[in-house]
């Protein structure tokens, strides 16, 4: 039996449950809590800020899916027009537990990057196969610069290095879940982050499965 996941209110001192803490009953780990992912989302705005000081505009593409929660606060506690969230969808793993090894990215509209900084949000950074590719992209785009934010860096040797410019906090290298990383699209409303019981993996998976932290 794992604590449930909460989530502290804005307005006052409360905790109530996250939206999706029946699923925490699934978690085997919370290995972060929303309290820990409220108080860094308070650190990398700061951050942002501070850096984008003396632009009018920076565009902040989106890998969709799961960046879409980190974004949602970010761009609450960020509370400026100047930063233009713009939703990207991009692909590597397709649901399953394991990179495809391939980045896709889907149904982009026209943008004008041109000379203006670019600042790529993401939701992890595990092998970098997503966040280089994409980076290279935009790169191509002849912006004025493009930096990088992920929630989450992954403890493990990163096959496609990508110099990171914000970095939220460091997990262990174990197939997590919440706060919008999913197993089979489940999960990613967990405003906590955890680790699956074993038995909720698919048998095909587990040989991919690395065994939970005690
Ligand atoms: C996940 C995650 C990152 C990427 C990180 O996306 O959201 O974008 O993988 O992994 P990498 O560093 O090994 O490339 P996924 O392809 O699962 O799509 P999703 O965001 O829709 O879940």
Redesign the pocket.
Known sequence: MTESCTKKNHSSDNTTPCSAHETCQDLHQILITSEQIQKTIERLASSIQDTYADYDCVMIPV?????QWFANDLSEALNHDKFQFLPI????????MQ??GQ?RIDKVEKIDISGRPVLIV????????????VKQWFESMEPAEVKTCVMFE?DCD???EVALDFVGLPVPDEFIVGY???YQ?QY?ELCCVGILKPDLIEPEDRIEYAQPVS
Not at 122 to 133: Q, S, V
């Open positions: 890998l969709l899916k799961g960046a969808s991009v692909s590597s793993y397709q649901g399953g990179s495809t980045v993401d939701d992890i950074y595990d092998t970098g196969l997503t966040l280089k590719h992954k990163h096959a496609h919008g990383l999913d699209e990613r």
